[in-house]
């Protein structure tokens, strides 16, 4: 794959320095786990801020961040959207992301790159895909069990009721894709201790109001494999609706933070400590309170595999305050406190 003339990008103090002339966003991290030095990120690139047309962008480090290689877009000249990376086992990186057409307007296929070097360089692109797709999202399982490398992708779907497919020959090939109920979106993934495969995401309205566009709400819903870590099955789904303390707000909502796009995608996390949790699942969501301000972050929690859920715990501050995107991250100390919500809000963080 033709690289373009590598740059550096220095961190220093938590500042970053820009790569020059360019812009970027929907930026994606993963971290080797044979290898913590080793991480690689990945986002949208625009070579030049006067264009919309977008690549895939990717930069890595070998010394834990304190250096950064950016070589260019990972397929020159191909339009990308949506990226999300994820590490296996072995330390093997895979971007997937939204692929366009030649003239980099529709949506041709879902598409999945392997790297076995670190990030260095990227095997030839895989299909997973086609038919269009919206929001991919790729999670591997490190658990070690009989679904250990089997790569995950689940998408919006767009008509098909097809949002999820997988690969159990380390990303060679994807099978056919299966439906989901309530074909969740706009969520994530993750992996539990045995190799239960979670989602959460939000239940799309079956018709859109244009007129009053406030009243659209999403749902928030949940839904689980059992059978996606057995290679002899076909993957089946349940899913139930979960209460995170209020519906969940739409895209272009007039009074929110960010009208003109997403306020951020579910978030789900396992812990996967050897601790007294072990096997907690997490979701964080924004919701849409009662009252004029229309944007709260919550957090609920399960300790039986999604089956009940705590009562809804508003992690943001006072209702005034902006809020932008909710992330969860679980660092695997095992115990109560080592579990953080990370809120990005005016550039600051506020850990829970």
């Given at each position: 794959m033709q690289e373009a003339e590598s740059k550096r990008i220095w961190i220093r103090q938590s500042l970053f320095a820009a790569i020059v002339g360019d812009a970027a966003n929907e930026p994606t991290i993963a971290i080797n786990p044979t290898d913590p030095g080793?991480?690689?990120?990945?986002?949208?690139?625009?070579?030049?801020?006067?264009?919309?047309?977008?690549?895939?962008?990717?930069?890595?480090?070998?010394?834990?961040?304190?250096?950064?290689?950016?070589?260019?877009?990972?397929?020159?000249?191909?339009?990308?959207?949506?990226?999300?990376?994820?590490?296996?086992?072995?330390?093997?990186?895979?971007?997937?992301?939204?692929?366009?057409?030649?003239?980099?307007?529709?949506?041709?296929?879902?598409?999945?790159?392997?790297?076995?070097?670190?990030?260095?360089s990227w095997q030839n692109p895989v299909f997973a895909h086609g038919r269009g797709g919206d929001k991919g999202q790729i999670v591997v399982d490190r658990s070690g069990g009989i679904g250990d490398g089997h790569i995950y992708v689940n998408w919006r779907e767009t008509g098909d009721d097809e949002c999820f497919t997988r690969s159990i020959d380390g990303g060679a090939s994807f099978e056919p894709p299966v439906g989901?109920?309530?074909?969740?979106?706009?969520?994530?993934?993750?992996?539990g201790p045995h190799g239960e495969l979670y989602i959460a995401g939000r239940l799309e309205p079956g018709e859109w109001d244009e007129e009053t566009q406030n009243r659209n709400h999403y749902q928030h819903i949940f839904s689980k494999s059992l059978d996606a870590r057995d290679p002899a099955?076909?993957?089946?789904?349940?899913?139930?609706?979960?209460?995170?303390?209020?519906?969940?707000?739409?895209?272009?909502?007039?009074?929110?933070?960010?009208?003109?796009?997403?306020?951020?995608?579910?978030?789900?996390?396992?812990?996967?400590?050897?601790?007294?949790?072990?096997?907690?699942?997490?979701?964080?969501?924004?919701?849409d309170p009662p009252g004029e301000d229309n944007l709260d972050i919550k957090f609920i929690r399960s300790s039986d595999g999604g089956e009940t859920w705590s009562a809804p715990i508003r992690v943001n501050g006072r209702p005034a305050q902006s809020k932008l995107v909710a992330m969860v991250r679980h660092d695997g100390g095992g115990s109560e406190l080592a579990h953080r919500c990370r809120l990005v809000r005016h550039a600051r963080e506020r850990p829970l």
């Open positions: 080793n991480i690689v990120i990945a986002w949208r690139q625009f070579d030049s801020v006067q264009s919309s047309f977008r690549q895939g962008g990717w930069a890595y480090s070998h010394d834990g961040g304190a250096t950064w290689t950016f070589p260019g877009s990972l397929t020159p000249g191909q339009g990308r959207s949506n990226p999300v990376i994820d590490v296996d086992a072995q330390g093997n990186f895979y971007f997937q992301s939204l692929h366009f057409d030649e003239q980099g307007v529709f949506i041709e296929d879902i598409q999945v790159i392997k790297s076995t070097d670190g990030g260095r989901i109920p309530g074909n969740p979106s706009f969520g994530t993934m993750a992996v099955s076909i993957p089946s789904f349940t899913t139930r609706i979960v209460d995170i303390g209020g519906p969940a707000p739409l895209f272009h909502f007039r009074n929110n933070p960010n009208q003109y796009g997403p306020i951020g995608d579910v978030q789900v996390r396992v812990d996967l400590s050897d601790g007294p949790l072990r096997g907690n699942v997490y979701v964080l969501a924004t919701i």
